[in-house]
């Protein structure tokens, strides 16, 4: 709607300023302008007022009409230098003035002759008098030729020279036939009104360059030739050779298996390949316009792994570019890193007792945080915690009340013992929580060649395995299961001894307990010895 109402607005100005030249500004006025007041604030001279009455008519400059149009020549307004600040940095950048070289800080304001550059694996984001913004990266030299302000009215004259590396501009709607925006390269000279775009030099011949818009429209023009450029086109321009027409930007590409939550300080982003593309530019920022790029990279191929940062939120920007160096729509996301402080070191833990003596155990990666954020679940999502325990041990054992089954756990470092701000959880672990049986006291005697085995019942749950061998190390054993009873009659072979041994069982859980010691037995020997 916005868009809409300043095209209508431009529309009427041309209506009822049939006259309007470009030398010459038009003021709209607002609820109680005067003609004395307009020439004070924004003329070189308050006695201009009666040159403009006499040059639009005015009847009565003291009573003028909100909404009518003032023309009044450009050569009246007051004008003067703009500055231009630096609205972020970060790396090293260095600017010559005077030709000399000076190392660019945070409070330096650019001036008129002024020149940029931009070290490389750096960043710095300018902003203008009429807070356009721009930023560069990686290389970039530009230079301020132009840079004109005409008093309070709102007009910025500002054109920049850019003689290597690449830049986004962010401009702001322009207020006035003054205002002017220019970004010239070797090859040609880009003009713009509100709008995103982006401009760069052709690395490989240094009089080519692109032109690539993502909001809004730019005008390119080449020894006396002009082309439109609208949204989602770009244009590639050399130096010496008609201009093109733009062609269609590259989508943005799609990425794979994508993470918005980052718990690890080695992270890789992949994505599906984009037709035509000859390589990938991806970049990371911590801000939504990407102003402050604090790291970004090339890649010919479809994943690239990031770098180690500090935890918190960032942008994440992938682009696809084609062989001239026409970069496509970006993709941007969202992303959370939280990789510190890293996660205990888990010693694994197959089955914890409930009378026994086992307890899940860990290792701290960071002797400066020992405390540790312990949970307990019985769903390996972790949906519904049972326990959710800050420890300052290494050590954890569960609660003789937890039911027997199978559980898992994760855990965390804490940031600080007081707080339970926490970094990422450690790699999901099981146990299964049972109970610990006893060994079974065997005995065993012969009876005219038949064996007999017995033992001690413990609980109407229980059941016994029985393993059989003629190997004391009880290889190629045979199993057998007893249910209901308390001994059992054996058939044995008269010639062979035999190794018998047995574990209790309780129906239901999947951990037996303890092997009884072997009983030898030999029936030809009438030999029958438990516990050897």
Known sequence: MLRIVSVLFLLLLACLSGQVRSSEWVYVVTDGDNLWNISKKYLYNVTYFEEVRKLNNINHPRRMQPGSLIRIPLDWVIKHSAKVSVKSLNGESIFVRNNTEFVVTSDIQFALGDELRVGNKASITLVFADDSEMTLSDGVIVAFDHLTQYGKTGMVDTRVRLSQGKMEIRAEKQKGVASRLDIATASAI????????????????????????IEGEVAVSQDGDSVSVKQGFGLHVEQGKKLTSPIELLKAPELINFQKLLQSESNKVQWQPVT???????AIADDSLFSNIIWQEHS??????????????????????????????????????????????????ATIHVNGSQRLSWSHNNAQHTSVLLQLSQSEDFSKPLLSTTLKSNQFRPSRELPTGRYYWRIATLEQESSLTHGPFSAINSFQYSLLLPAPSLKASIKND???????????????????????????????????????????????????RARARLNGEPEPGEWSKPCKISARANLAICGV
């Open 300 to 349: 010919n191929l479809t994943s690239i792994e990031l770098p180690v940062l500090n935890d918190g939120l960032y942008y994440l920007r992938l682009t696809a570019i084609t062989a001239n160096g026409i970069e496509g729509v970006p993709n941007d996301n969202l992303i959370e890193l939280n990789a510190f402080p890293k996660p205990p070191t888990i010693e694994p833990t």
């Open 276 to 282: 035509n593309a000859q390589n990938y530019k991806l």
């Open 450 to 500: 038949d064996v007999f085995l017995s033992w001690k019942q413990q609980d109407s749950n229980q059941y016994i395995e029985l393993q059989i061998s003629e190997q004391q190390n009880f290889n190629g054993a045979t199993s057998q299961t007893v249910r209901d009873q308390h001994q059992i009659e054996l058939s044995l072979e008269q010639e062979q001894v035999t190794y018998i």
């Open 190 to 213: 880009t003009s713009v009104r509100g709008t995103v775009f982006r401009v760069g030099v052709d690395k490989s011949k240094k009089k080519g360059a692109v032109v690539e818009v």
